[in-house]
């Protein structure tokens, strides 16, 4: 029972690099999001996909893309690494917006 | 925007005490709200969830009911264990369907 899996589990990055982390599902969800975790602001949610093709932004967008090639991977990128795009990230996913998000196990990411 | 917010932490018990952690929120419309648990090193998993006025969402001995005179979802659970230390979130889904979350409480449970 796989449900959400996130990829890597853990990256130093340095200022100004790229990376692309990976999130699949395999329950068949409609929903998926993107959250980062820092301490003392709980998740904050950097884009939201309602299905298949379609993103949207959530209330810290700026500094990533995100990428809803199919209806089980949800990637986001970040083109240009800051240090204050460290933090952890969470992918969720969801059979329709309603319903209970599933989140996946986190990717920590550290800015350098 | 719509929004939750929760009292913050650190809240520190002792095994048996009764928990509340307070949540209210701010929202056009009536959104469904949820309430989430984070273990340490682990990603948040559902705890309990209302989508009505007057529901209570009840699981592993937490409760919170949707009031909307007092647009709140506090969670209460009446005896703790050491197990309950996680950090614990308040969420709503409101008209957009971007599920927000509150900051966050950690709750740390002593034998």
């Known amino acids: 029972n796989a449900g959400v899996t996130q990829t890597p589990k853990f990256q130093v990055l340095k200022t100004g690099q790229s990376m692309t982390l990976q999130c699949a599902q395999d329950m068949n969800h409609n929903s998926m999001y993107w959250y980062r975790q820092d301490p003392g602001m709980g998740l904050r949610l950097i884009y939201y996909s309602a299905s298949e093709g379609t993103t949207d932004k959530g209330e810290v967008p700026n500094g990533y893309n995100v990428s809803r090639l199919n209806k089980r991977e949800f990637s986001l990128r970040l083109e240009s690494a800051a240090p204050s795009q460290t933090s952890v990230y969470f992918c969720a996913s969801s059979i329709e917006a309603l319903y209970e998000a599933f989140f996946g196990q986190g990717t920590r990411l550290t800015v350098v | 925007g719509d929004s939750v917010t929760q009292m913050e932490g650190p809240v520190t018990l002792s095994e048996e005490a009764f928990l509340t952690i307070n949540c209210t929120y701010t929202?056009?419309?009536?959104?469904?709200l949820f309430w989430y648990v984070q273990y340490p090193g682990e990603g948040l998993q559902l705890l309990l969830k209302a989508t009505k006025a007057d529901d209570k969402g009840s699981n592993k001995g937490f409760e919170a009911t949707y009031r909307k005179e007092t647009t709140s979802f506090h969670l209460e659970k009446g005896s703790v264990q050491v197990s309950d230390s996680a950090v614990y979130f308040c969420?709503?889904?409101?008209?957009?369907?971007?599920?927000?979350f509150g900051a966050g409480t950690t709750v740390t449970v002593r034998a």
């Open positions: 929202a056009t419309g009536y959104p469904s």
């Open positions: 969420a709503l889904i409101p008209n957009d369907y971007k599920l927000s």
